[in-house]
């Protein structure tokens, strides 16, 4: 039977978790503070903690180090009433693997722990694969590769597992903020908008009040990426050109990138068969990425050349069999180093500057290609700067119907 393991300071909250997750069949343990629940946890050995993040004592991030530390298979959903990405950011650094506000809802509770068991799945089949390999590999050379190439994909999984659960306890994060905050700022633009148009052209009142309208209009704008994080915007699915989209993409920084001195090199594939997309949120990756260069060529000395190279073109895919576009995004920048292109896709990381970025560009991109059947990936390359690689099945093959499926 799985063992659960509650650690809340509430006697009530313990009291009804126990009682719900009972009648789903959990064994189910339970302790009042931290000291408690690492003791249960050195005896027990359960498979799911959920955590509360605020407790006298030792607060539940101080917990969480210790029992993955102690228990590193064990998955933690981390719960709390005090809502904020500090917490969130905190506690998934320190390898929880949901993050649940409170009042706590029963389904999304126990959606959550079905994950977790999955995954934990997932790596115990990981593990004994490993060990067959290992002892398989033995008898030949062949066999050995076999386990090298198998040990290499098992490592893209279990990153990929690792990014699903982070992503998943943030987009949530990210929704409740989006919806606190989207109401109240459109009311506050849409009073100065009706309060603008009363005035009269040499009001002193008129600049502050079109600053208010930009700003808003501004705050509306990241919460609409907090949404798209999130997947609280809905996706508009239908056959169009990647060229189109790119092109539509660069006429919005136009501007921008004469002034910045960025020359623009378009190899856009003739003909390039259609794709199953939405354009605008395939329009915020091309916009994401078209940024992003801008800011890394904008570190280079005055004089040194500053382009952005764009391709698209038509290729196999990996297995060589189905068509797909390809789009390869690249510039004259400095690049990004070795030790962090690892890390480049993961929300909230970001090598900008305080105010300049917040590190959920390239992770939303990320969710928005892969939402597309598509794959992103930084390429390794020679030349100078850095290159971005992207793939969309071509439409009418298998794989473009599996666009837009969850």
Known sequence: MIKVLLIDDEEMIRKRLKDLLEMEGYQVL????????????????????????????????????????QLAQAEVIMITGHGGTEHAIAALKKGAFDYITKPISYDELIISINRALEKQQHVQKEIKLIADLKESSEANSQKANALEKALLELKKTQAMLIQAGKMNALGQLAAGVAHELNQPLTTIKGNAQI???????????????????SQTQRMIKIIQNLK???????????????????????????SQLKNHNIQVDLDMFHNLPFICGDFNQLQQVFTNLIVNARDAMEELPKGDPR?????????????????????????????IPQEIRSEIFNPFFTTKGVGKGTGLGLSISHGIIQDHAGTIELMNHQDKGAAFRMTFPVLGTQKSRLAGQP
């Open 307 to 335: 382009i952005l190279r764009i391709k698209t073109s038509v290729i196999k895919d990996d297995e060589g069999k189905d068509d797909v576009v390809e789009v390869v995004f690249q510039d004259s920048g400095p690049g």
């Open 30 to 69: 339970t302790a009042e503070n931290g000291i408690i629940g690492l003791d249960t946890v050195e005896k027990e050995n359960p498979e799911i903690v959920i955590l509360d993040i605020k407790m006298p004592g030792m607060d539940g991030i101080e917990v969480l180090g210790r029992i993955k530390g």
């Open 228 to 254: 798209t994080f999130s997947r609280m915007t809905a996706f508009d699915f239908k056959d169009m050109s990647i060229n189109e989209c790119i092109d539509a993409s660069l006429l919005l920084f136009q």
């Open 195 to 213: 309060i603008l148009e009363d005035l009269k052209a040499a009001d002193s009142s008129k600049e502050g009040l079109e600053t208010i309208v």
